[in-house]
Every structure is written in C-alpha cells, then in structure tokens.
C-alpha cells in the first residue's frame, strides 16, 4: 500500500535531496523509494520510471532556480542587476549541485509544463537584458553566452578545475565586471539581408 501524502511534488523534493547529495546522475527509484519508505514498484504510481522522476525534478528545480534568479534582480537594474543574478546562480549551483545538474538539459518543446518551468530563468534574464538597453531580438543571444560563463566557471570550479591559489572570489567578480562591460557594449542584430 503506497504511503499517505505520497504525490510526484513530494518524490520529486526527496529526489532532489538525493541527487544534492548523491549526484543527479546517481539518482534512482530505489534510493527514492527507500528514503520514503515504499516499494519499488509504488513509486509507478506517482512517476513514469527514472526518466520521468528526473523530469520531476528538472520542473521542480528550474521553477526553483527561476524564482531565485527573479528574486535577485527584483528592485535592481543593470549593472546591479546582473551582479546580484551572478551571485544567485554561483550559490544556487553551490549548494544545490545535483539540482543545479538537473538544469542543464532543456525539455522537449512538446513539454509545455517543463518549458514554463524552464523559462521562469529565462524571464528573470530578459529583464536583466532590458536593464542594458538590449531589445528581445538581441537579449536570448546575450543570455545564451552570460549562462555559458557562468556555467563554464561553476562547472570548473565545483570539478576542482581552479588549481591556482588565487582566490575564486576575486575571479568570479572579474569575470561578471568583464560580463557587464561586454553587455555595454553588445553587438546589436544587423537587419536580415535580401528581407
């Protein structure tokens, strides 16, 4: 008999936990199943399989991540803006490793819930972009090479990839001062030719 108040939200926030300590790509029914106390097979009431608890998790953490994102800018512009947005996804990344892995794949467009969920990020950014005068034509390209950065510096830093004993701190704030400057002046779209 599977356990009272056992929904997808609840698997999905103990997956979560799992794969914050674990790994995402450790994450599995049976350590799920075993954290809430239920058989395998129960969990097929709530989740389509691992695949469909991992995506469980994926809209659980990007609504998550999104909110936080929003949360850091909210009040701010520009410069300030985009500080404040570099230091939520450092932290989140930080402390929530395995939910911040769930992150870097993008659901399928057929996917509507996953897609919102996903573009509650996006959101915070494109009003990060506005902030440096950015039009919507311009902002996903900008989005596209600040989450690379970001991403790139994350990923290093939580693989052990910064051997130097210079500190991290000072570099990440280099990096995001380089970011803004390069936001400043960002290339504008050209008109398409032959239209």
């Known amino acids: 008999m599977p356990r009272a108040g056992l929904t997808p939200a609840v698997l999905a926030e103990e997956a979560a936990r799992i794969a914050d300590e674990e ?3 450790r994450l599995s029914l049976a350590a799920v199943a075993k954290r809430v106390g239920v058989a395998v097979p129960s969990l097929y009431k709530h989740v389509r399989g691992v695949e469909g608890l991992r995506r469980e998790v994926a809209v659980r953490c990007a609504r998550e991540f999104g909110e936080r994102l929003g949360r850091a800018a909210m009040g701010r512009s520009h410069d300030d803006a ?3 947005v570099a230091t939520a996804y450092r932290e989140y990344a930080r402390t929530h490793p395995g939910r911040y892995a769930a992150l870097q794949r993008a659901p399928s467009p057929q996917d509507e819930e996953a897609s919102a969920a996903f573009y509650v990020g996006v959101e915070a950014m494109v009003s ?11 902002a996903i390209d900008a989005i596209r090479a600040l989450r690379s950065a970001l991403h790139g510096f ?10 130097l004993p210079q500190s991290t701190e000072h570099s990440y704030r ?6 803004i400057r390069a936001l400043r002046d960002w290339p504008r779209s050209a008109p398409e030719a032959g239209g």
């Open 128 to 138: 990060v972009m506005r902030g440096f005068g950015l039009p919507d034509s311009d």
């Open 23 to 25: 790994g995402f790509d």
């Open 174 to 179: 280099i990096l995001v001062e380089a970011l």
């Open 154 to 163: 994350v990923e290093l830093e939580a693989r052990g990839g910064f051997g």
């Open 82 to 84: 985009l500080r404040a």
